[in-house]
């Protein structure tokens, strides 16, 4: 091969490195302009909690029992947060890096998912810290244990780190569920899926919604419900998007059919 041939090569990977590079710039700036407000930050995702231990009327607290658990929690907390608002600059930095190479078509194909898919996680989010966690603290707490003469007290001390692990876990958890019609429609596209396939497999879809709730949730039921059933609501959007795309892309195929039947007369006359 020719050093005129490589060129094109060299330069797709030297586009790739500065896109990372880039990328990886974002994110360590917001990691520092959230590691300077970390308690902030901290202070909200305790929130869901705070509110419900105010109801018991004590004086509660969380705790941390290694002398580096709180800094290391705190770092956590700034680089989780910069890479959940530093995520539209990195698609961006994608989108440019893989939008020359792709025809109008196939640009006007990829934009939409790529602007609904932070949304969706977002709104994944968004559910699970306003509606999962208040419900979900309160069962938790639900059973602490006044002591007796018999017993001694059973009373809840949160640490901070595995407050944290358990947070952005159910966070992520949700939002990577919200993808769930961007993955579909994308493989109905790619022609991998069609909406009588998905609707025939409504039932095993039902039963692994409740499985992997319960995998990636904690053991209780309600965040393993309130998991699986925006799952399962997920996934009918998601038949009903494949559709669209179905027939837009029948309405496209049957247009391209009469623009080669009509080359054809052409050429015949």
């Given at each position: 091969?020719?050093?005129?041939?490589?060129?094109?090569?060299?330069e797709h990977i030297k586009e790739l490195r500065?896109?990372?590079i880039k990328s990886v710039v974002a994110i360590l700036i917001l990691f520092?302009?959230?590691?300077?407000?970390?308690?902030?930050?901290?202070?909200?995702?305790?929130?869901?909690?705070?509110?419900?231990?105010?109801?018991?009327?004590?004086?509660?607290?969380?705790?941390?029992t290694a002398l580096h658990e709180a800094f290391f929690t705190y770092i956590k907390v700034s680089f989780w947060t910069a890479l959940f608002v530093g995520f539209p600059f990195v698609a961006l930095q994608f989108w440019r890096f893989v939008a020359p190479g792709l025809?109008?078509?196939?640009k006007r194909a990829l934009l939409?998912?790529?602007?609904?898919?932070?949304i969706l996680f977002f709104l994944g989010g968004a559910l699970v810290y306003y509606f999962i966690f208040p419900l979900a603290w309160k069962f938790f707490i639900s059973f602490e244990a006044q002591g007796t003469a018999s017993s001694l007290a059973v009373q809840l001390e949160p640490k901070v780190n595995e407050y944290l692990s358990l947070v952005m876990r159910l966070i992520f958890a949700?939002?990577?569920?919200f993808q769930l019609p961007v993955v579909l429609t994308l493989l109905a596209r790619a022609g991998l899926t069609s909406s009588k396939g998905l609707a025939r497999k409504r039932k095993y879809a039902i039963v692994f919604s409740f499985i992997?709730?319960?995998?990636?949730?904690?053991?209780?039921?309600?965040?393993?419900?309130?998991?699986?059933?925006?799952?399962?609501?997920?996934y009918e959007i998601s038949i009903f998007a494949v559709r669209i795309v179905e027939k837009k892309r029948q309405k496209e195929d049957a247009t391209a059919e009469e623009e080669l039947s009509n080359d054809k007369d052409l050429h015949t006359t």
């Open positions: 091969m020719s050093e005129k041939n490589k060129m094109p090569l060299l500065d896109r990372l520092f302009v959230f590691f300077s407000v970390k308690e902030h930050i901290y202070g909200f995702l305790v929130q869901p909690l705070a509110n419900v231990l105010v109801e018991s009327g004590e004086n509660r607290r969380m705790i941390f025809y109008l078509k196939e939409p998912y790529l602007v609904i898919s932070p949700f939002g990577l569920s992997g709730a319960a995998i990636i949730t904690p053991p209780d039921v309600i965040s393993q419900v309130g998991l699986a059933i925006p799952i399962i609501i997920l």
